[in-house]
């Protein structure tokens, strides 16, 4: 994993990746993925999880462009003995699974999730792995502020509360997560969140 760490470094550090997308998100939400992967996934399978939620913010267009940093992600992969089938099943699986991509994509309400064939579960996977990452109050918190550098410190944990209140706090009422596994560690995120919330302070 020591190549794989070093590799999002240098990522973050190419595209300015400041800390809410970077290495220790992308290690925090491995951790959600590698608890909430189904006991019976082969290894291919596992790895291919543990990638794709390690890697998954090195290809955002919030901080590059989304062809260039694919390819840079591919050409990684593939100098760790990828195969490149596999490396572009990651491709697209961390290309198709934003929060922001899948909201365009709803349809009456409902949400329309892309097929990913044989990858499916792994998708379903790494994807809420990356939403349990944001009941994260600091990341929410750190992004806004980059977005708004000039935003007072009551004005961002105005639009953080905004954004957890109308969003995240929504995300099991509003089938983005699903799983049993998933679902299961909600509870104890929220309770963490809101007590961040009340406070106002990290």
Known sequence: MERLFAFIEGICEEYNIDES??????????????????????????????YAAALHDCVDKKYAPVEEASRKVREFLITEDWMPDMADALINIINTMSYSFLQATRIDDTNVFPDHGPWQRAYHTVRQADLLCSYRVERCYQYQKRLSPDMTDSECWNRVDSL?????????????ITTHVACALVPELVLEARRVLDRRAL
Do not use: P, Q
Request: charged letters at 35%; a negative charge.
């Open 164 to 176: 957890f209140n109308t969003r995240v706090f929504r995300y099991v009422e509003n089938m983005w």
């Open 21 to 50: 997308h970077g290495l220790k998100h992308a290690k925090d939400c491995m951790n959600f993925a590698e608890i909430t992967m189904d006991s019976d996934c082969g290894e291919e399978e596992r790895k291919l999880i543990r």
